[in-house]
């Protein structure tokens, strides 16, 4: 069994610790400016610089209510309709070890790339359990998908 190694402890002189306290107060000691840094360059405080930037969702393709439906039901009837393709396509995924632009394409048009996206961002919201089905169904097509 090896044996321990003991740490071995020194003990600070009283005199490095007044040099050491001497040395930084020497050097923090500098007169402090009578006007603020940021009045000076008229800078503007972090928080009111975050106030003012804004997020905007992105925007849809087409006309308003164009976009995919993120209900359950639809993404998982939509993963259905592309369950042929994927699976037509799984031995050139598997040989490219990467999904085609068409299908990349068509699972994005589906709106599964979103579907995890807040509803505010232009996502679905999904909560995990659906999403959860909804990678479920995607896994069997084989095609790197799930």
Do not use: N
Not at 27 to 33: D, G, L, N, R, V
Not at 107 to 131: F, H, K, N, Q, T
């Amino acid at each position: 069994m090896p044996r321990a190694r003991r740490r071995s402890t020194r003990a600070i002189s009283s005199s490095a610790i007044s040099r050491t306290s001497t040395s930084s107060a020497s050097t923090s000691s500098h007169a402090s400016p009578t006007t603020s840094w940021s009045a000076a360059t008229g800078s503007v405080s972090r928080s009111t610089r975050r106030a003012s930037k804004t997020m905007t969702p992105p925007s849809t393709r087409g006309p308003a209510g164009a976009g995919p439906s993120y209900a359950r039901d639809d993404v998982l009837a939509a993963v259905k309709a592309l369950a042929p393709r994927l699976r037509a396509a799984s031995d050139e995924v598997e040989s490219e070890r990467s999904l085609t632009e068409p299908l990349v394409q068509a699972m994005a048009d589906a709106g599964i790339y979103r579907l995890l996206l807040p509803r505010s961002l232009g996502g679905g919201e999904m909560d995990p359990l659906a999403y959860f089905d909804v990678i479920e169904a995607l896994a069997p097509c084989r095609a790197g998908t799930g």
